[in-house]
């Protein structure tokens, strides 16, 4: 079934070079993204990813309407990351018409490669994108989604996922890179697939009650969150030696104090993450995240061997504070056990620093105009265990 779709979405899609690589984007004058007559998307490859380059500067962003202004790529582009994590709901484009051939997603990454401030980015930063809900197919799903294989099919070519890469060979959309050759200078980066295994969660008996929102933590030991064959892959790339780890989960790790979708859903499946960082000894990691249409900075201590930090990044332009008033008196803040700080709620995308130097990484949350929201600097030393 996987390989049939892919063949019947490769058939309706654009046959153009670019589609086997990622390592160049034409300029966007030189061809029209997309075919609007046919319903025909041209793949949206970025520029070239050099692995051997060390890096000191990952950008990051989650939760992008597609349909409105994307002016925040232009700050983004402005910031010149490394690396751009294009960490879900990269797009709107729910499945409502229960259609097989997902004419909804079709339709919003035709209007993302319209964008020509994105385009501008992709020309001149690298992507890495996983997804979550909204362009995987339909709010709050996982395995259960009966068109999860053509969706994967749709995002293989969307994002001009090589040939030959690991993603096309295998179920769900995972994915690592490790950039730099230097010692002490190594970056791994991990993008999860928290969608194409992810077991159905447990609904909430008090819809909207605080910390209730939408599930309940579910301890089934049966149910998963990354499937079996992800979670090998992950021990795997966990043992491999880096400086510094980024994991990105399209959803909260470590937060608490909500029922919105997280890890904390099913919390067998979050203390097994934990347990496999500390089992495979692996040091310096940090969580990204989006979805929440909101950012945060945040610490968790004695899970593993050494503290664990997440910074959560979302929205690029449809945040919270977009369709409510975050500074009425009857607005509620959201518990929050592990949070450095409060939320923000404006538009905003995530940025890590790392100054090799001085053993140091900047977490910060930047606002459209590019300007620090908030900010946590952690030395190097203290992502690995103090013995």
């Known amino acids: 079934m996987r390989h049939f779709a892919k063949l019947m979405l490769a058939s309706s899609l654009l046959a153009v070079a670019a589609c086997a690589s990622t390592q160049t984007q034409a300029p966007v004058e030189e061809q029209p993204l997309v075919d609007?007559?046919?319903?025909?998307?041209?793949?949206?490859?970025?520029?070239?990813?050099?692995?051997?380059?060390?890096?000191?500067?990952i950008a990051f962003g989650s939760c992008l309407k597609q349909e409105d202004d994307q002016s925040i790529w232009n700050t983004v582009a402005r910031s010149e990351p490394d690396?751009?994590?294009?960490?879900?709901?990269?797009?709107y484009g729910d499945n409502y018409s229960?259609?097989?051939?997902?004419?909804?997603?079709?339709?919003?990454?035709?209007?993302?490669?319209?964008?020509?401030?994105?385009?501008?980015?992709?020309?001149?930063?690298?992507?890495?994108?996983?997804?979550?809900?909204?362009?995987y197919g339909l709010n709050d799903n996982g395995a259960s989604f009966q068109y999860r294989e053509d969706a994967e099919a749709l995002f293989e070519e969307v994002w001009a996922i090589p040939e030959d890469s690991p993603v096309r060979a295998r179920p769900g959309i995972y994915d690592s890179r490790m950039i730099g050759s230097e010692d002490g200078k190594r970056v791994q980066i991990l993008m999860l697939d928290t969608r194409f295994f992810r077991s159905d969660l447990k609904e909430t008996n008090e819809r909207n009650a605080p910390g209730k929102e939408?599930?309940?933590?579910?301890?089934?030991?049966?149910?998963?969150?990354?499937?079996d064959e992800q979670w090998l892959w992950l021990t795997q790339e966990l043992r491999k030696p880096a400086d510094l780890r980024i994991?990105?989960?399209?959803?909260?790790?470590?937060?608490?104090?909500?029922?919105?979708?997280?890890w904390r859903t099913l919390p067998k499946e979050r203390e097994k993450l934990y347990a496999t960082i500390s089992a495979t000894g692996a040091e310096n990691v940090i969580f990204v995240s989006g979805d929440r249409h909101a950012g945060?900075?945040?610490?968790?201590?004695?899970?593993?061997?050494?503290?664990?930090?997440?910074?959560?990044?979302?929205?690029?332009?449809a945040p919270l504070s977009a369709w409510r008033?975050?500074?009425?008196?009857?607005?509620?803040?959201?518990?929050?056990?592990?949070?450095?700080?409060?939320?923000f709620y404006d538009a905003n995308f995530g940025v890590i620093d790392i100054d090799w130097e001085k053993e140091v990484v900047l977490l910060r949350l930047t606002d459209e105009n590019g300007e620090t929201v908030r900010e946590r600097k952690i030395p190097l030393s203290e992502l690995r265990p103090a013995y």
């Open 296 to 317: 945060g900075i945040y610490r968790r201590n004695l899970v593993t061997t050494y503290p664990l930090y997440e910074i959560t990044s979302s929205s690029l332009n």
């Open 98 to 135: 229960g259609e097989p051939g997902l004419p909804e997603l079709h339709d919003a990454y035709a209007k993302l490669a319209e964008s020509a401030p994105f385009a501008t980015l992709r020309q001149q930063t690298p992507l890495l994108v996983t997804w979550d809900d909204h362009d």
């Open 214 to 227: 939408r599930y309940l933590p579910d301890t089934d030991p049966d149910k998963t969150m990354l499937g």
């Open 247 to 262: 994991i990105a989960s399209s959803i909260q790790v470590i937060a608490d104090g909500h029922g919105w979708e997280a």
């Open 325 to 343: 008033d975050v500074t009425a008196p009857d607005f509620r803040q959201e518990a929050g056990p592990h949070r450095i700080g409060d939320m």
């Open 83 to 91: 690396v751009f994590l294009f960490i879900g709901d990269n797009v």
């Open 36 to 57: 609007k007559t046919q319903k025909r998307i041209t793949p949206m490859p970025s520029a070239m990813l050099d692995t051997g380059k060390t890096i000191t500067r």
